[in-house]
T-cell receptor
Framework: GEDVEQSLFLSVREGDSSVINCTYTDSSSTYLYWYKQEPGAGLQLLTYIFSNMDMKQDQRLTVLLNKKDKHLSLRIADTQTGDSAIYFCAERGSGGYQKVTFGIGTKLQVIP | EAGVTQFPSHSVIEKGQTVTLRCDPISGHDNLYWYRRVMGKEIKFLLHFVKESKQDESGMPNNRFLAERTGGTYSTLKVQPAELEDSGVYFC??????????????FGPGTRLTVT
């Protein structure tokens, strides 16, 4: 079945870049997502990338996809204390009825 | 536009009791999903409604879990009788179908269930 793996914890200093990595096993994954969960809040879709793309940049966020290695990363430039949250890597196949498969979540701690 | 809402935000029950969780999707979203995150583990898919019909319930753990979506609007997830391993955060999500190439699922804040 599908599997998404990511590290549990990342600590960075404010102003540095954060890189959160994720690997997945389903070669038919079409959409790859990064969700953010702040304390006490629901999951917020942060960014996404289609499987036919290598990179996507959105302000401070850069998503890199290596489809051959099934590796996805999220880079946050100039990390701020407000970026402290749990970041979930997720994937789904094509079509409207595909469930989303999530990783365990990486807790990002930003040290002032 | 109001987001996905869930009630209650937190529930503490004893083993053997019954609990019902409620989810109100975004108005007009035909798709409604339930997910669960057990402490320290991944967020796992439970089931998917399209309107009032169950499209995929492959993630439901066992027959102690019953999900309904009356009239294709809000949904309830009942756990009866609750066991210790049912503790976790239950997320609900909704999405549109047609005209939305991303099929983005909008998540609620979750219900934290604690079974003692």
């Amino acid at each position: 079945g599908e599997d998404v793996e990511q590290s549990l914890f990342l600590s960075v200093r404010e102003g540095d870049s954060s890189v959160i990595n994720c690997t997945y096993t389903d070669s038919s994954s079409t959409y790859l997502y990064w969700y953010k969960q702040e304390p006490g809040a629901g999951l917020q879709l942060l960014t996404y990338i289609f499987s036919n793309m290598d990179m996507k940049q959105d302000q401070r966020l850069t998503v890199l996809l290596n489809k051959k290695d099934k590796h996805l990363s999220l880079r946050i430039a100039d990390t701020q204390t407000g970026d402290s949250a749990i970041y979930f890597c997720a994937e789904r196949g094509s079509g409207g009825y595909q469930k989303v498969t999530f990783g365990i979540g990486t807790k990002l701690q930003v040290i002032p | 536009e109001a987001g996905v809402t869930q009630f209650p935000s937190h529930s503490v029950i004893e083993k053997g009791q019954t609990v019902t969780l409620r989810c109100d999707p975004i108005s007009g979203h035909d798709n409604l999903y339930w997910y669960r995150r057990v402490m320290g583990k991944e967020i796992k898919f439970l089931l998917h409604f399209v309107k009032e019909s169950k499209q995929d319930e492959s993630g439901m753990p066992n027959n102690r879990f019953l999900a309904e979506r009356t009239g294709g609007t809000y949904s309830t997830l009942k756990v009866q009788p609750a066991e210790l391993e049912d503790s976790g955060v239950y997320f609900c999500a909704s999405s549109r179908t047609s005209g939305d190439f991303l099929y983005e699922q909008y998540f609620g804040p979750g219900t934290r269930l604690t079974v003692t």
